[in-house]
Every structure is written in structure tokens, then in C-alpha cells.
């Protein structure tokens, strides 16, 4: 008598980007920092190739980044970190808190930077494309992206980082798009003293790397297309 096995096979995810895009940024580098074997496959979004047929079948949303993992077909940056995360991480609790109210927590984050910082960055970096910056009301939008910067600011009153003393996916992914607003408004420490101090922690990241260059590569699009130049700092 004997008892067989089933092993189950999972398949290398399959993810769509485009590292021009804050929240594929944030995936990248999570992958980086968890050493995922993950599939890339780009797709240029200022070329609209969202847009394309095969695409759309895969993603009606016409959206980046896009994950297929198995039967998986994930189309939400926050949602692909929670499933790396609890797929790839090997250190219980890393990133993800075991305990319900600080994953309660970290997930509150999160929506705070799909509704409120991305939903921000999204409507000024589309007004210098569509309008080109000579016809943006920078003012407006600088209003609207410092009330954000206020908010995180009070989210590091006595914590290291946005969701509690240790490295959360809230920081992955609210990074990736404060960087890129960061390009157009810095963070001054003399207003945001605590945020500054983390985005500069943040910046010594390994993984931070891939959320560099994609920054890059950002600020050179919007630049062309904007006919501009953002102010030259550190990324």
C-alpha cells in the first residue's frame, strides 16, 4: 500500500509593463527584492499599445502592470503585490504583517495611494501631456499633490515607515509614485521633515534601482511630449 504525491506545478507569472508607470514600479521592484522568476512583457503605453486587440482580450482595462499566473489574470498593482507577496515571500510576515489589524493597516495605505496620491500624480502628468505644461495650472496641481505630501507626512508621526516600524508593501508601492511626483514638487525637508527622511531611506534600497530608471525614463517622455524640463535633482 502507498500513497502517491501530487505535485502541483505552478507556472513562471507572466507580467505586462511598462516601467514608464508608477504601479508597474512598484512591482518591479518587489519582484527584485523577493528574487522572483517573473516573464516581462512590455507594453508601451505612450505608443498605445494598450490598446491593441490581443491586449485588450487579455485586459479590458487597458491597463499596466497586468499579471497572469496560472489561472490568475490580476490587473491591480496592489492586488499583484499581496499575491507576490503571499506566493513568493519566504520570510513569514515580511511585507505583508501576519497580525490583522497591521495588514489592516498596510492595506489602508494602499488605497490611500491608489484613491488619493496616484489618482493625483495620474491627473497632472496626463494635463502635461494632453495640454503640454505651458497650459497647466501648475498651481492647482502643486494644492493638491502637498495635501498628499501633509498626509504622509502625519502618517510617519512615530513610525519609521507608512504603515508601521518595519518595511510594508505600503512603502513599495507609495514610493514608486511619490518619486514620480517628486519630479515636479520636491520634497523639502523643512515642510516634510519625516517624509523626506523616508523617501531618502527609501532611495537606499537595492531594489530601488529598477524604480530609478524607470523614473528616468518617465521624466524624458513627459519632457518631449510636455515640451519642458522638469527641475534636475536626485531620484
Known amino acids: 500500500m502507498y500513497t502517491m504525491e501530487v505535485m502541483v506545478i505552478m507556472t513562471i507569472p507572466i507580467l505586462y ?5 508608477p504601479p508597474v514600479r512598484s512591482c518591479l521592484m518587489l519582484i527584485k527584492m523577493l528574487n522572483i522568476n517573473v516573464e516581462l512583457r512590455f507594453v508601451d503605453l505612450f505608443k498605445g499599445a494598450q490598446f491593441e486587440k490581443d491586449f485588450l482580450a487579455l485586459n479590458p482595462q487597458h491597463s499596466v502592470p497586468t499579471l497572469v499566473h496560472d489561472e490568475l489574470l490580476l490587473t491591480d498593482s496592489h492586488v499583484i503585490l499581496i499575491h507576490l507577496v503571499e506566493q513568493f515571500a519566504t520570510e ?23 484613491a488619493f496620491l496616484f489618482r493625483r500624480d495620474s491627473d497632472l502628468m496626463s494635463d502635461i501631456v494632453r495640454k503640454q505644461f505651458a497650459n497647466v495650472d501648475v498651481a492647482y496641481h502643486e494644492r493638491k499633490l502637498c495635501e498628499a505630501y501633509d498626509i504622509m507626512e502625519r502618517y510617519l ?10 518595511l510594508t508593501l505600503a512603502d513599495i508601492s507609495i514610493v514608486s509614485t511619490l518619486s514620480t511626483v517628486h519630479l515636479m ?3 523639502a ?15 537606499q534600497l537595492d ?3 529598477v524604480n530609478r530608471l524607470g ?3 518617465l521624466r524624458d517622455i513627459i519632457e518631449e511630449l510636455g515640451k519642458f524640463q522638469f527641475p534636475r535633482q536626485q531620484l
Open 157 to 166: 508621526d512615530g513610525q519609521t515607515y507608512m504603515a508601521d516600524d518595519q
Open 92 to 114: 513569514t510576515g515580511r511585507l505583508w504583517p501576519k497580525d490583522y489589524a497591521a495588514r489592516m493597516k498596510v492595506l489602508n495605505r494602499l488605497f490611500f495611494e491608489c
Open 189 to 203: 525637508a523643512a515642510r516634510w521633515p519625516q517624509l523626506q527622511r523616508w523617501f531618502a531611506a527609501m532611495q
Open 215 to 217: 523614473v528616468e525614463k
Open 185 to 187: 514638487f520636491p520634497v
Open 207 to 209: 531594489a530601488y534601482e
Open 17 to 21: 509593463y511598462d516601467d514608464r508607470s
